[in-house]
């Protein structure tokens, strides 16, 4: 994480170590339920074989399995938090 502003937003950059390079931003937007999130930002792939097997991934799986992941976990999150308020 670069950067976080809490209940706002946080920014993330790809670790030196990541065979794509980028980073992006995600940000916690007011609805009517609650709250959504904007994500924004991109990756570059070197021209590795590495880099390019790991854009195929990203694009064909991580991507899809990422958000619906997160979003079981805010939402398992934003539940026991309602159950824990008095």
Do not use: M, N
Not at 13 to 39: N, Q, Y
Not at 58 to 66: A, D, I, S, W
Request: net charge positive; with cysteine; glycine share 10%.
């Amino acid at each position: 994480l670069t950067d976080v502003e809490p209940g706002r937003r946080l920014r993330y950059v790809a670790e030196p170590s990541h065979p794509l390079r980028g980073g992006g931003t995600v940000e916690i937007l007011p609805a009517p339920a609650g709250c959504r999130l904007h994500w924004f930002g991109g990756y570059e792939v070197p021209w590795r074989l590495s880099a390019l097997a790991a854009a195929a991934f990203t694009r064909l799986y991580f991507v899809g399995r990422f958000f619906a992941v997160l979003e079981e976990k805010l939402r398992a999150q934003e539940a026991q938090q309602v159950q824990s308020t008095p």
